[in-house]
Nanobody, 121 residues
Framework: QVQLVESGGGLVQAGGSLRLSCAAS????????MGWYRQAPGNQRELVAV???????NYADSVKGRFTISRDNAKNTVYLQMNSLKPEDTAVYYC???????????????WGQGTQVTVSS
């Protein structure tokens, strides 16, 4: 059993900051990619940022320069520091991890339950 538990969402004014956290727990052998996705009402879920185990990061163009993703491998935790927030950043943010539960398993994607981020203008 694997769980991804997110925290840190909320309501903030435009220009403000929030920090999201996501901790993976349970039977985990190895985690490869960890990332954040978001989904606004009426839109498809989209990639926000991802970090692979070696530390390489990738960002959506819309958040480059404003958001920073990081991870603590010892804690199986990924963070998303969001600065200079805009109303268009309003969405439910989902944590994602590609992980193996044993050395014999293939990597499987797991998702968190989502956390709401609302940016007021």
């Amino acid at each position: 059993q694997v769980q991804l538990v997110e925290s840190g969402g909320g309501l903030v004014q435009a220009g403000g900051s929030l920090r999201l956290s996501c901790a993976a727990s349970g039977s985990i052998f190895r985690i490869n990619d960890m990332g954040w996705y978001r989904q606004a009402p009426g839109n498809q879920r989209e990639l926000v940022a991802v970090v692979i185990s070696a530390g390489t990061t990738n960002y959506a163009d819309s958040v480059k320069g404003r958001f920073t993703i990081s991870r603590d491998n010892a804690k199986n935790t990924v963070y998303l520091q969001m600065n200079s927030l805009k109303p268009e950043d309003t969405a439910v943010y989902y944590c994602n991890a590609a992980l193996r539960q044993t050395y014999r398993d293939n990597y499987v994607n797991y998702w968190g339950q989502g956390t709401q981020v609302t940016v007021s203008s």
